[in-house]
């Protein structure tokens, strides 16, 4: 049985944003939980990584100031 991969989503780190980060605390549940973490890092809706969610048996949604719900 392979473990599950789910995907977390991140933020931009300060304060240039120029890497996409997650809590620990996340990653370490996940893994805790016996799944594989995945970062999602933020880009555009036509980025060939969305073909990544196909893949994937869940995703975590961190939240945040930053998460844009038109999206």
């Known amino acids: 049985m ?11 780190a300060e304060p ?17 939980s016996g799944g ?3 970062l999602l890092p933020i880009l555009p809706p036509t980025s ?5 969610f196909g893949r994937l048996d869940g995703i975590l949604l961190t939240g945040g100031g930053d998460v ?3 999206n």
Do not use: E, K, M, W
């Open 2 to 12: 392979t473990s599950p991969l789910i995907g977390i989503t991140t933020s931009r």
């Open 48 to 52: 060939p990584v969305l073909a990544l």
């Open 68 to 70: 844009d719900p038109s």
């Open 36 to 38: 594989v973490p995945v």
């Open 16 to 32: 240039n944003g120029a890497a996409f980060v997650a809590q620990a605390d996340y990653v370490h549940s996940v893994v805790d």
